[in-house]
T-cell receptor, first 114, second 114 residues
Framework: KAGVTQTPRYLIKTRGQQVTLSCSPISGHRSVSWYQQTPGQGLQFLFEYFSETQRNKGNFPGRFSGRQFSNSRSEMNVSTLELGDSALYLC?????????????FGSGTRLTVV | DQQVKQNSPSLSVQEGRISILNCDYTNSMFDYFLWYKKYPAEGPTFLISISSIKDKNEDGRFTVFLNKSAKHLSLHIVPSQPGDSAVYFCAASGPNFGNEKLTFGTGTRLTIIP
């Protein structure tokens, strides 16, 4: 069974640009969450989608947005990139929120803003 | 405000001995806790979870203990093996819509010494 697939794996963008990251969950999983990992802050929750609806949102500025499609695939978008947005962006999927089986993470997209 | 804290950034343990990783939380609404392991360049891998109705959950070499009155949980790995060397994150979530997101600690780097 395929795992959580995140594309691209690596990305270099210039300050002020915008970027879109993609996440394909495990087949059958309808919940997708996004996290930002930085060395000093650990994993910070961005947002969670379930059945195309945003259920939870973290404390990030409006430049960070996301959506989920009917096939459960999800995208997140960051506009007007800042140097501080450089991080590993992780996507996780599960059958539903708060399942006893935990969330399965992808390998992440490493975003570098220069 | 760090609602989930892992106060030990690193821990070294001899192979074959017990590894104990600790985690404290401040939000009394949290009722579901998870541990993840992360290797470099990979996404976190789910290890074990526990709900607040239990005080212990065991899965092979991994046992999680929950002390609700102290708002403390710990992960015991017995016996420790070299492959256990990784960064370990604890995470917590609450029961209500909008509070279900996983809040992660900052991680503890475990090194198993052969």
């Amino acid at each position: 069974k395929a795992g959580v697939t995140q594309t691209p794996r690596y990305l270099i963008k210039t300050r002020g640009q915008q970027v879109t990251l993609s996440c394909s969950p495990i087949s059958g999983h309808r919940s997708v969450s996004w996290y930002q990992q930085t060395p000093g802050q650990g994993l910070q929750f961005l947002f969670e989608y379930f059945s195309e609806t945003q259920r939870n949102k973290g404390n990030f500025p409006g430049r960070f947005s996301g959506r989920q499609f009917s096939n459960s695939r999800s995208e997140m978008n960051v506009s007007t990139l800042e140097l501080g947005d450089s991080a590993l962006y992780l996507c996780a999927s599960s059958l539903a929120p708060r399942t006893n089986y935990g969330y399965t993470f992808g390998s992440g997209t490493r975003l570098t803003v220069v | 405000d760090q609602q989930v804290k892992q106060n030990s950034p690193s821990l070294s343990v001899q192979e074959g001995r017990i590894s104990i990783l600790n985690c404290d939380y401040t939000n009394s609404m949290f009722d579901y806790f998870l541990w993840y392991k992360k290797y470099p360049a990979e996404g976190p891998t789910f290890l074990i979870s526990i709900s607040s109705i239990k005080d212990k959950n065991e899965d092979g070499r991994f046992t999680v203990f929950l002390n609700k009155s102290a708002k403390h949980l710990s992960l015991h790995i017995v016996p420790s093996q070299p492959g256990d060397s990784a960064v370990y994150f604890c995470a917590a979530s609450g029961p209500n819509f909008g509070n279900e997101k996983l809040t992660f600690g900052t991680g503890t780097r475990l090194t198993i010494i052969p």
